[in-house]
């Protein structure tokens, strides 16, 4: 046998296993479009909006000077925080739940929403807040964690008016009093089956799958019985994968991590499927000028670590950090 038919013949198993994806990815194409139809017909909705019920931003009025912005992740809502918005309202916060560009509505608005447009939103609604509160901390899950992180930086070099030291009591106005990131999203969790990095993946599929297909196995939560009571996209577009990859890769940025000024708590599942927690624990350590650090892991848990096993643990972290501040002020 030839030196040349012996590599082709070694050839061929790669090939084949290279081949069948793209066989497939055909009758993947015409099911995610039959799922967007279904993803369309999904309600109630508000009337006036086209805002799923349940997906609006709310506002939940304090009793106090100090305001808590909550930021949402990558194709969710609102929901993704459970009851942590109401707990921390009854501790005297006026809490902010916003609602991201692209979200609430269906998949293709959020196709057509920039990585900029998502920062702008991010910047101005904790701008108002800013207006009219002493103090305003903000808490980001998943890809609002790397929107978090970056509204941090950015807002750590704007001049700002009133006494105060950012890494005191955080009271200046217009900057992050305190910054809680949860799971947050800087690289997708790698797997060794995977084959691939998974934005390798994307990067390889994307000209053929315009949308994809998220089934409840992608729901990444250890407790299986809370997955439908989120509200979050099934289908998702190719272009909304990019702008969250573009915005992990901006916060991930040493650049920017070293801007951080605020006190920050990361509380991550070391099981995380989805956002790596070695991405996590690497930009933490990033963050030398943060006034505070600390990384706090949890071992029953996936992502989506407000509806899983333990959830009471992580709010209990959350509302202790953010009431340590004030109780100083």
């Known amino acids: ?58 506002t939940l009025p304090g009793g ?31 809490v902010r739940m916003l609602r991201l560009p692209g979200h609430g509505t269906q998949p293709q608005d959020f196709a057509g929403v920039t990585p900029d447009q998502l920062r702008a939103h991010v910047a101005a609604e904790h701008a108002a807040l800013a207006a009219t509160h002493e ?50 999203y800087f690289a997708v969790t790698p797997h060794w089956y995977y084959g691939l990095a998974p934005e390798t993946w994307h990067r390889l599929l994307r000209p053929w799958l315009p949308y994809a297909v998220k089934s409840r196995y992608f729901v990444k939560l250890n407790q299986r019985e809370n997955v439908d009571r989120l509200l979050t996209y099934r289908v998702v577009p190719a272009a909304a994968v990019d702008t969250a990859l573009a915005l992990g890769a901006a916060a991930a940025d040493p650049a920017t991590l070293a801007r951080v000024r605020a006190p920050v708590l990361v509380l991550h599942a070391a099981g995380d499927d989805a956002a790596d927690p070695a ?37 209990a972290e ?9 109780a100083t002020r």
Do not use: C, K
């Open 318 to 326: 959350i509302l202790r950090f953010l009431e340590s501040s004030r």
């Open 135 to 184: 103090r305003v901390d903000v808490v980001g899950f998943s890809m609002g964690g790397a929107l978090a992180t970056l509204l941090a930086a950015e807002a750590a070099q704007r001049p700002a008016s009133g006494a105060g030291d950012i890494a005191g009591s955080a009271d200046i106005a217009g900057r992050p009093g305190r910054l809680v990131l949860i799971a947050p």
């Open 279 to 315: 991405a996590s624990r690497r930009a933490l350590q990033g963050m030398t000028q943060a006034a505070s650090r600390r990384y706090l892991d949890f071992g029953r848990s996936n992502h989506l670590l407000l509806w899983d096993y333990d959830r009471l643990a992580a709010e």
């Open 64 to 94: 106090s000077g100090s305001a808590v912005l909550l930021i949402h992740g990558f194709a969710g809502s609102r929901r993704d925080f459970n009851d942590l918005g109401q707990r921390l309202q009854a501790e005297g916060h006026t």
């Open 1 to 58: 046998m030839s030196v040349r038919s012996a590599a082709t013949r070694g050839l061929r198993p790669a090939l084949l296993a290279l081949s069948l994806p793209l066989l497939a990815l055909p009758g993947y194409r015409v099911y995610a479009e039959q799922r967007l139809g279904a993803e369309l017909a999904r309600g109630p909705r508000d009337a006036a909006t086209g805002v799923l019920l349940g997906a609006e931003a709310l």
